[in-house]
């Protein structure tokens, strides 16, 4: 019989997400906080059946699948009442692919077990490109024998799909992973104004430094998007921050200084506070512009 899932949270990567599972050949329910979003229409005319409760969404499914925003909205849509906990049937697999932080995940898996609920923690990369084309990285943590389960479904939405180990630990390397987002997303800023000072078109930097030592996934994804000041999202600010924010937290009382970070944070705060929270995070050239 045709698999049926859940999924929660039909976002920027939710939606697309979603739709590759049904193009898979999956059945999917899908429930989002705000139903009127164009995000939803298009996850409903790609064929997933959009639902009015999460109740109705997570009934009878055989995993249930989130992407939500942050720590506190994964809570909620798991443990608020009529939420993901008091609906899914006993044992069911959870899998969160929103980005919370190795400790978040750690007493979710906990909290949940109490209640006869598998959790993995299921963190992506890639952005919007990588979702839309099932191209994500899924970096997972949890159970060994609940990441089998899951690996062949989630091949529907992402390319490189890797154990990391316990709970938690697919956070731990997602947090990683913003470190290098967010620093790279540095180096192509200076870079462009660089290539502006000195008389260089744009596309010439993107064309020639993305094919050598130099090359990164932003420059060749987000490099024509800073040159033009598209701003569109792709990967909000408001999100980066979040995740450099989980960063600091999950250090807890290391001594650990990552002066690139820091500085990473204070470009994207300060488009953030130019009222740029829903841009994509290659706006930090607004930082440089200072406009
Ligand atoms: P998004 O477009 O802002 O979508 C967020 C989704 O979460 C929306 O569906 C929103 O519902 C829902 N939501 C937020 N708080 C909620 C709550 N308290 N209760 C119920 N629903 C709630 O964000 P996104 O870009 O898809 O990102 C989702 C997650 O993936 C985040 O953790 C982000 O850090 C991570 N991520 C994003 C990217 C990327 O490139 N965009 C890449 C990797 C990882 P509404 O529509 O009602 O607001």
Redesign the pocket.
Do not use: Q, Y
């Given at each position: 019989m045709t698999k049926t899932f859940a999924f929660?949270?039909?976002?920027?990567?939710?939606s697309p997400m979603a739709s590759n599972l049904v193009k898979a050949g999956y059945k999917v329910k899908g429930w989002?906080?705000?139903s009127s979003?164009n995000?939803?229409k298009q996850a409903d005319a790609a064929g997933v059946k959009v639902v009015s409760t999460i109740a109705s969404a997570v009934r009878n499914a055989d995993l249930i699948f989130i992407?939500?925003?942050?720590e506190?909205?994964v809570n909620?849509?798991i443990f608020q009442s009529g939420g993901i906990a008091e609906n899914a049937e006993n044992n069911t697999l959870i899998i969160d692919?929103?980005?919370?932080g190795a400790i978040a995940s750690q007493n979710m898996t906990k909290n949940l077990a109490v209640k006869g609920l598998r959790f993995l923690d299921a963190?992506?990369?890639?952005?919007?490109i990588g979702?839309q084309q099932g191209t994500l990285t899924i970096m997972v943590g949890g159970k060994q024998a609940d990441f089998t389960e899951a690996e062949p479904v989630l091949a529907a939405m992402g390319k490189n799909i890797i154990y990391c180990g316990e709970s938690g630990s697919g956070q731990a390397v997602k947090l990683c992973n913003q470190v290098l987002c967010s620093v790279h997303m540095v180096a192509l800023c200076e870079a462009m104004q660089l290539a502006k000072q000195l008389g260089l078109d744009p596309n010439l930097i993107i064309e020639v430094c993305s094919t050598g030592a130099a090359g990164s996934w932003a420059l060749s994804n987000l490099g024509e998007k800073v040159a033009d000041s598209d701003f569109a999202?792709?990967?909000?600010i408001k999100?980066i921050l979040?995740?450099l924010r989980l960063v600091q937290e999950n250090l807890g009382d290391a001594d650990l200084d990552l002066p690139g970070v820091e500085f990473a944070q204070k470009q994207f705060q300060s488009v953030q506070d130019m009222g740029g929270e829903e841009q994509g995070t290659q706006a930090m050239i607004r930082a440089y512009n200072n406009n």
């Open positions: 929660i949270g039909l976002g920027v990567m939710g989002n906080r705000t979003k995000l939803v992407c939500v925003s942050d506190a909205d909620e849509v692919f929103s980005t919370i963190p992506i990369s890639g952005g919007d979702a999202p792709g990967f909000m999100h979040k995740d």
